[in-house]
């Protein structure tokens, strides 16, 4: 077993980090582990995520590690983790960040699916944490249920920008280029865009893709581009459509089908130009909704559909009687 595969021993309660306690251990991931602690200087409860020193040697680890303090920490909003400070403890790399209760959107999921307004809800605010970190020229590239938090009280949180990207920007206008060509393919297989898994430039649009992915599992329970292995899975993603959310499930309104399958296109120019594009198609979609201009199909059995046609060939009789 080499140094890296090594499980890095916990802190310890009361272990302090500069101005920061630790007061218990929450979680270990390929990233780092994260402690709950508390800010001695504002008294306030904060999250610590610390790289081990087993772990700082490796070069990529370290880099995805500072790309995130860096990237997430020039974020402002209220849909994106926020980042409150860095630092060092015994050679080993920190991020401090607000401490969030709640549960992934992975977890509230489990192979279940959400009702179209929640699902709309929580779509409407992710929208909005990507439309920031896009302003900046920031794209997340690993948009997945695991990096979507949902706060128990407060609102849903864009987690993890440790594989995040910023574009490089025009020297004369300040604004984005439209891509670069990757050196690696970034991501999770069944959230990547074609053009991402290809390993050719891709924009903000990649994001928009992944996004349409967790849209379809929120109203589906069900992975847009399924397979028994990553292999096949990513075969589904670059030459296979999803299902058309209406064959799924009969709850989804046709406009937010629309929206699921316009940002689910294999070619880039043919999804939403921008995620504030797609914020109002969103907003259509809702208003559909709210309007009561859609209502779910009933399954109905026989013996009700009997009784149904009994009673409407009634009222047709009533009506000519008449």
Not at 72 to 85: Q, T
Request: proline share 7%; aromatic share 6%.
């Amino acid at each position: 077993m080499s140094p890296h595969d090594q499980q890095p021993a916990e802190l310890s309660s009361g272990t302090r980090l500069g101005p920061y306690v630790v007061e218990s251990f929450l979680g270990a991931g390929g990233m780092g582990q994260v402690y709950r602690a508390m800010d001695d200087r504002l008294q306030r409860p904060v999250a610590i995520k610390l790289l081990p020193s087993q772990f700082s040697g490796d070069a990529d680890r370290l880099r995805r590690f500072e790309q995130e303090a860096r990237l997430a920490g020039s974020l402002s909003h209220p849909n994106v983790l926020g980042i409150f400070d860095v630092g060092t403890h015994e050679g080993s790399p920190f991020i401090v960040t607000e401490l969030l209760e709640g549960q992934t959107l992975r977890q509230r999921l489990r192979g279940h699916y959400l009702n179209p307004p929640r699902a709309l809800e929580i779509a409407r605010q992710i929208t909005d944490g990507l439309g920031a970190a896009h302003a900046k020229g920031i794209i997340h590239r690993d948009l997945k249920p695991s990096n979507v938090f949902l706060c128990a009280a407060g609102p849903v949180k864009i987690l993890d920008f440790g594989v995040a990207k910023l574009l490089h920007r025009d020297p004369k206008t300040g604004e984005p280029t439209t891509g670069w060509t990757t050196e690696a393919v970034p991501g999770t297989i069944g959230y990547l865009a074609p053009e991402q898994a290809h390993g050719r430039r891709i924009d903000h649009r990649a994001d928009i893709f992944a996004f349409g992915c967790v849209l379809f599992e929120m109203l589906s329970g069900r992975k847009a581009f399924p397979g028994a292995t990553p292999a096949e899975v990513l075969v589904a993603t670059l030459s296979s459509d999803p299902p058309d959310l209406s064959d799924v499930t009969s709850d989804v309104p046709p406009a937010l089908a629309r929206v699921v399958r316009c940002c689910l296109s294999k070619e880039p120019d043919d999804r939403y130009s921008t995620v504030h594009d797609l914020r109002l198609a969103l907003d259509s979609a809702g208003e559909q909704l709210a309007r009561g201009v859609w209502l779910p199909r009933i399954r109905l059995g026989r013996a009700t559909r009997r009784w149904m046609g009994v009673g409407v060939a009634g009222a047709l009789l009533a009506a000519v009687a008449g």
